[in-house]
C-alpha cells in the first residue's frame, strides 16, 4: 500500500485525475476497477471517482508496485536551464521564447522544449522538485509555434494554472503581437472576422468567410504602424486565439508575413535573410474583470519584449540579403 497526502497543487482535482498523474501507468480501466473494489480510498474510506480532493486527505493505493515508477532520469535536466525571464514571482514567469523553440515535446521527440529549460531552472533554483510533487509540474499557460517569438507564460503552483487558464478563456489576457507583413495595407486598422478550417493532417488552416461545418469563429484586430519598401510593421492583438490565426488571416487578405514558408511567398521571402516569420507575441496585458484569486495584484500589468531584432532591422533597412 501506497499513501499519498493531498497538498496544495493537488487540492481541487478529481480523485480519477489525480491518480491518472501520480501513477501514470495505471490503466484507466484498472483505476476505475480499484476504486470499486476500493482498493483505492480517501483518508481510508471508499470514494466516489469525481470526489474532489482537499489539502491534508489522504489517498490510500492498494495497488500493485509495478505501476509505480522507480525514480528514474529526470529528463527535463537534458535540457539547458538558460531561458529570458521578462518576469517572475512566486507564482507566475513571463519567459521570452526564441523562433526555432518547441513550448513542449513534439512528434520529434526533442527534449530541449521551453517547459523543459523552465522545469530545470526551477529545479536548480530550489523551487521544484518532481519527487516532492504527487501531480503537479510547473506548466505553461499558452503557447506560441514553434517559428514565432515571443512571451509565453508559466505557472509555478496549481491555483496559479487554474486562474490563467480561466482568465484565458474568459479572454481578459490579451495577447498583442508585432510581425511584419507584405504589402501596403489599404485600412490602417481594421477588425478581421471569418471562420477557421483546421486540418490537421496537413498541419495547415484555412479562412473562410462563411462557416463551414466544424470551423471555428476568427478575430482578428490590427493596426500598421510603419511601412517601408513594399513592406508593413504591424501590431495585431488576437481576439480569439486560434492556431495560426495570425498567418492565415493576414494571409487571406493578400498581406502574407515576411518569412512564412506556409502561408506566404518562398519567392518573396527567398531576397530577405529572415530563418522564420517575422511574428512575435511582444505584449501581454492582464485585463482582469473579475476576481483574480492569489493573481489579484496583476490586474491592470502590462508586460513587453523591447529588443525584437526583425523590427530593428525593419526600420534600419536592413531585412533583405
Do not use: W
Not at 514571482?89 to 526533442?110: C, Q
Not at 529588443?307 to 536592413?318: A, E, K, L, Q
Request: charged content about 30%; hydrophobic content about 35%.
Amino acid at each position: 500500500m501506497k499513501e499519498l497526502i493531498i497538498d496544495k497543487n493537488d487540492a481541487g482535482q478529481r480523485l480519477d485525475k489525480f491518480v491518472q498523474k501520480a501513477v501514470k501507468t495505471l490503466p484507466q480501466s484498472l483505476l476505475y476497477k480499484y476504486v470499486r473494489m476500493k482498493r483505492i480510498k480517501v483518508n481510508g474510506k471508499r470514494s466516489a471517482i469525481s470526489y474532489r480532493l482537499c489539502e491534508n486527505d489522504r489517498v490510500q493505493l492498494y495497488i500493485n508496485d509495478e505501476f509505480f515508477e522507480q525514480g528514474g532520469e529526470n529528463t527535463f535536466l537534458k535540457a539547458p536551464a538558460k531561458i529570458d525571464v521578462i518576469y517572475e514571482d512566486n507564482n507566475i514567469m513571463l519567459v521570452y521564447k526564441k523562433a526555432g523553440l518547441v513550448v513542449h515535446e513534439d512528434e520529434t521527440g526533442t527534449t530541449d522544449t521551453l517547459i523543459a529549460r523552465i522545469q530545470h531552472y526551477l529545479y536548480d533554483k530550489g523551487e521544484y522538485d518532481p519527487e516532492r510533487e504527487n501531480s503537479f509540474a510547473p506548466a505553461l499557460c499558452n503557447r506560441i509555434d514553434r517559428n514565432t517569438e515571443g512571451i509565453v507564460i508559466a505557472a509555478k503552483n496549481a491555483e496559479t494554472l487554474r486562474i490563467m487558464n480561466e482568465k484565458i478563456k474568459s479572454r481578459e489576457i490579451k495577447k498583442i503581437y508585432l510581425c511584419i507583413a507584405h504589402g501596403i495595407f489599404e485600412k490602417k486598422s481594421d477588425l478581421l472576422t471569418g471562420y477557421l478550417e483546421r486540418d490537421k493532417k496537413e498541419k495547415m488552416v484555412y479562412i473562410h468567410n462563411r462557416r463551414q461545418p466544424g470551423d471555428l469563429e476568427i478575430k482578428t484586430k490590427y493596426r500598421v504602424i510603419g511601412e517601408k519598401d513594399s513592406l508593413s510593421l504591424v501590431e495585431v492583438e488576437l481576439i480569439t486565439g486560434r492556431t495560426h490565426q495570425i498567418r492565415a488571416h493576414l494571409a487571406s487578405i493578400g498581406h502574407p508575413l515576411l518569412g512564412d514558408g506556409k502561408y506566404g511567398s518562398n519567392e518573396i521571402n527567398a531576397g530577405y535573410k529572415l530563418k522564420h516569420q517575422a511574428l512575435c507575441s511582444y505584449k501581454v496585458k492582464f485585463d482582469f474583470k473579475s476576481d483574480a484569486g492569489i493573481l489579484n495584484y496583476l490586474k491592470g500589468k502590462t508586460f513587453e519584449v523591447e529588443n525584437i531584432s526583425f523590427v530593428n532591422d525593419f526600420y534600419n533597412g536592413t531585412l533583405k540579403k
